[in-house]
């Protein structure tokens, strides 16, 4: 193809000079498919509506999951380490200090009985904290949380 300085578009070397130069020449495809067997371009993708944002965003991604799941695990280890912390301490003392733990607190009790004795009180004092912990760490966590996923849940049935 040769190009015509005075014009901004190719002419084709088989337009004669005579013919008007002002009529660009079609090198465009059609709108529509020429062929049947060509490639088509795929269709192109519905636009997806966005989901309305809330001032919360998701349950799935809510950091209050995250301070209930340290909560709880707090909760365990306290109430984890007062039991097994005591009763383990209760047998290297009585693998490791046998004469200590037979030693009499009273006549007919030995010191080994009597720390295996207050070993009920100790869970029950585990019991307690696991509980006070609840209370006080865990339960507000998880109340905010199912009165968030309610409002979640009632902002998206309204929002159908």
């Known amino acids: ?6 014009q901004s578009y190719p002419v084709p ?13 079609h090198n465009s495809s059609p709108s529509y498919p020429t062929y049947p067997w060509a490639p088509q371009d795929p269709p192109e993708p519905e636009p997806t509506r966005q989901p ?3 001032r919360h965003t998701a349950l799935g991604h809510h950091s209050d999951i995250r301070v209930l799941r340290t909560a709880y695990r707090w909760q365990r280890r306290v109430a984890t ?9 209760f047998l290297i003392l009585s693998a490791a200090a046998p004469s200590f733990m037979t ?13 295996g004795l207050i070993q009920v009180p100790v869970t029950c004092v585990a019991i307690a904290l696991y509980e006070y912990t609840a209370r006080r760490g865990v339960d507000p966590i998880a109340e905010r949380i199912r009165k968030q ?6 902002r998206a049935e309204s929002g159908r």
Request: hydrophobic share 35%; aromatic share 6%; proline share 12%.
């Open 103 to 115: 030693s009499e607190v009273t006549e007919g009790l030995t010191l080994g009985l009597l720390l």
């Open 52 to 54: 309305h944002r809330h």
């Open 81 to 89: 380490l007062t039991a097994l912390g005591y009763f383990t301490l």
């Open 13 to 25: 070397p088989h337009v004669p000079p005579h013919l008007p130069s002002h009529i660009p020449p």
């Open 1 to 6: 193809m040769s190009y015509d300085r005075s």
């Open 149 to 154: 996923t309610e409002l979640d849940a009632k």
